[in-house]
């Protein structure tokens, strides 16, 4: 994980929380907006201080009740994604051994109704008078199919097999 310049690299993270890539308003919780976005762990504490030293909202998670003992605090941070730029990001799906498939803005909603193993991702940072943000420049997202016992099966198929 490292940055550079107007660039962040995060590998190894996953999304915390409901993630909101459709854009649906009924999925953005208290405050209801379109915007595609989703918070995203920051696996390594050095990037988050540095990141919080930027000012970026960088946040922790914080024990429930009872379970205080013991709790060590997550790093994670709101990520948005938009279409609607001259270079629009790259983001690709992982699923076993299949090629990973770029997603669209028709079908980035997959990722709100899938279990997601690992998320390494590009951000750009922008920065502004009304707060610092970070958007996807690209991003895989690995699927978590060690649950499913048809996936060594139909994920392994090629193109040519159909």
């Known amino acids: ?26 999925r953005s919780g208290k405050y209801p907006s379109t915007t595609r976005q989703a918070n995203l762990t920051i696996p390594d504490v050095d990037l988050a201080r540095d990141l919080i030293d930027e000012g970026f909202k960088v946040k922790l998670t914080k024990p429930r009740e009872g379970e205080e003992e013991g709790f060590v605090p997550t790093y994670f941070i709101p990520i948005k994604v938009n279409y609607q730029v001259k270079y629009p990001p790259k983001i690709y799906l992982v699923a076993g051994d299949a090629e990973p498939r770029l997603l669209t803005e028709d079908t980035i909603d997959v990722l709100d109704k899938i279990r997601v193993k690992n998320v390494d991702v590009t951000l750009n940072k922008r920065f502004t008078d009304m707060g610092n943000t970070l958007y996807v420049r690209t991003m895989y997202v690995e699927q978590d199919i060690d649950d499913d016992p048809w996936a060594g099966k139909y994920f392994s198929r090629t193109h040519d097999e159909y």
């Open 1 to 26: 994980m490292y940055q550079n310049n107007n660039l962040v690299n995060i590998e190894g993270a996953s999304f915390i929380f409901m993630t909101n890539f459709s854009g649906d308003p009924a």
